[in-house]
């Protein structure tokens, strides 16, 4: 399994290509289409998965870019945050036709790998973490040091200490890939991260 990261649009949204015996998942592409596109044909490989930690701007906005230059790639996003048609802060339910819907414990394959869901909501109703081998793609939920911000439509922070206390409690470690910032390990987070502290009762 290999990991890339693409820092992309004006804020340094992580983008993740996640690549399996030469398939490909592309994660949270939330802009800059040519350079992702450019960075998957360096890759090689089949594209066949772009995987939606939930649907606000600064984590879609290549979406449609990346569907009309890869249409059999299937695109994956959580029922919650596909109902923003119209929102500037969900814009893109209205803008793919194809849509298709991942839950709590839906199980997606890439190449011999196993990708699960965990619905993670507070940061968004349809926030997402996709688990992958050793990694967590933790989208807005749980940051190196931090966690999403609550106060946008939709947030809750009683909802996000309970996703994070469901992180904080899985077996063994993993490498922890945020929607933003540095990469950090679950372990290092349960030691150092106030809010997942908090959540965990430990704080």
Same mark, same amino acid.
């Given at each position: 399994?290999?990991?890339?990261?693409?820092?992309?649009?004006?804020?340094?949204?992580? =983008? *993740?290509?996640?690549?399996?015996?030469?398939?490909?998942?592309?994660?949270?592409?939330?802009?800059?289409?040519?350079?992702?596109?450019?960075?998957?044909?360096?890759?090689?490989?089949?594209?066949?998965?772009?995987?939606?930690?939930?649907?606000?701007?600064?984590?879609?906005?290549?979406?449609?870019?990346?569907?009309?230059?890869?249409?059999?790639?299937?695109? *994956?996003?959580?029922?919650?945050?596909?109902?923003?048609?119209?929102?500037?802060?969900?814009?893109?339910? $209205?803008?793919?036709?194809?849509?298709?819907? *991942?839950?709590?414990?839906?199980?997606? /394959?890439?190449?011999?790998?196993?990708?699960?869901?965990?619905?993670?909501?507070?940061?968004?109703?349809?926030?997402?973490?996709?688990?992958? +081998?050793?990694?967590?793609?933790?989208?807005?939920?749980?940051? =190196?040091?931090?966690? $999403?911000?609550?106060? %946008?439509?939709?947030? /809750? *922070?009683?909802?996000?200490?309970? /996703? %994070?206390?469901?992180?904080?409690?899985?077996?063994?470690?993993?490498?922890? =890939?945020? +929607?933003?910032?540095?990469?950090?390990?679950?372990?290092?987070?349960?030691?150092?991260?106030?809010?997942?502290?908090?959540?965990?009762?430990?704080?």
């Amino acid at each position: 399994m290999n990991v890339k990261i693409m820092q992309v649009g004006p804020i340094g949204t992580n =983008c *993740y290509i996640l690549e399996e015996g030469g398939r490909i998942a592309v994660i949270d592409p939330g802009d800059e289409a040519e350079r992702i596109l450019s960075v998957l044909e360096e890759t090689g490989g089949t594209v066949d998965h772009i995987l939606l930690t939930h649907g606000h701007y600064d984590h879609t906005t290549a979406v449609p870019q990346l569907h009309a230059a890869l249409p059999e790639a299937k695109i *994956y996003i959580h029922q919650a945050d596909a109902n923003g048609a119209g929102s500037r802060l969900f814009p893109l339910a $209205g803008e793919v036709e194809d849509l298709l819907l *991942y839950d709590e414990g839906d199980v997606l /394959s890439l190449g011999g790998l196993t990708i699960e869901v965990i619905h993670t909501p507070g940061h968004s109703p349809g926030s997402v973490t996709l688990k992958a +081998g050793d990694v967590l793609f933790t989208g807005d939920t749980l940051f =190196c040091g931090s966690m $999403g911000r609550t106060d %946008l439509r939709g947030g /809750s *922070y009683e909802q996000i200490m309970a /996703s %994070l206390k469901r992180l904080g409690e899985l077996e063994g470690d993993f490498r922890v =890939c945020p +929607g933003h910032d540095r990469t950090s390990t679950l372990e290092q987070e349960r030691q150092h991260n106030p809010f997942l502290l908090e959540a965990m009762g430990r704080a």
